[in-house]
């Protein structure tokens, strides 16, 4: 048996996916939606729901197929408050509520500068700082019935094994409760007054502890299995290439979020106010990174009608249009506040046409995040936007840099489960397809159009 089970919770679906140890290969992936509940007493995620699909799924992989270590991963910007009893004190609030603005004025008040945390101040929950304050102003006794703050993949390694832990990446992920220069909590922890409260940090492949008796009994794994510390998924996607890459790089993380993250740029100040902010990877380092939320955008824009495309499809759009102005979700990203239009008759849903506009112009705003990290050298991407054939050539095209499409769907799983392995024994990253920056003519011409029109 040498198979790692990852728990990964994104925004949109939570998953289970069982991973070989020698290949990197997925064996099996079971997935359900994210779903949010309205309430009460704020919208929030379902946890009840999680629980009892990952109890089945561990039973039936471990099973069909044997599971003899669990790594975690999920998104960032959430954490678990738990109670006294063991339980969760509150509901965990869906970081996309805007209820956390309603106090914006006296939460600036409290939060560090960006200098201190790397974080820039983002809107609704997405500093779970701003999440925290506004959470235990809602509700006066909440601080007092909170035991523990844990960072969320922590929250499912706590109800695996009942140790308690946050993980660096995630402290690092615009919480404004981490220093990531120092490696150290930031100044907010006192200022919140849950210094005693927020569980220590850890390194993503720390062992948190094994299984609980009842979750081996419920699900036929052993009581010895190991569960690691956990890890947010974009950094999930980013380790393997730190492992095996040589900087300069850039790796970007599709899905929900789009995530740019590049490692050995030329230094340059970050421009929070572009959503540009300082990760923290898997091994603690800080990471110059700056995201918009491509993966809403794409689902906004195509749904279930994206069309089928050719390289034919994808020069005429470069040669004649039309084009897509940001921003489709404008509060946040680099161009926030801007309203989106068309240059150009918007092509109708279902054509080809449109699915290569809106290919080029997720390629567009991600090769503008890029800029704002400073990238240098090739560019990595993972996750479902690797299968866009569109936007992998308009992205090569406007940075001017070679595109490395990896291979398979998403990259967490396997990034969460090389957690488990010893570094100096890694397998071998799978192949890439690869994009030129000249491979689609006309690309490069449209992506200066663009950047013209969007920066006059």
Known sequence: MSNIAVIDIGKTNAKLALVDRVTLHEIAVLTRPNTVIDGPPWPHFDVDGHREFLLDGLASLHASHGIDVISLTTHGA??????????????????????????????????PPFDETGSPRLPGGLNLGAQLHWQFAQNPALLEQTKSIVTYPQYWGFWLTGHLACDMSSLGCHTDLWNPFKAEFSSLVQSLGIEDKIAPARKSADVLGTLHPEIATRTGLAPGTSVLCGIHDSNASLLPHILSQSPPFSVVSTGTWVIAMTIGGSRRVLDSARDALMNVNALGQPVPSARFMGGREYEILLGETASSFDRRDMAEVAKKGPMLMPSIVSDCGPFQGQSHGWVHQEPVHGSAERAVAVGYYLALMTAECLSLTSHQGPIIVEGPFSTNASYCAMLAAATNSPVQAAKGLTGTSQGAALLALDPKALPSVPPFDSFRPDQITGAADYASRWHKAVTS
């Open 78 to 111: 959430s954490a678990a408050l738990i109670g006294y009893d063991g339980n969760l004190a509150a509901p965990i609030l869906d970081y996309e509520h805007d209820g956390p603005d309603t106090l914006a004025g006296s939460y600036n008040a409290l939060r």
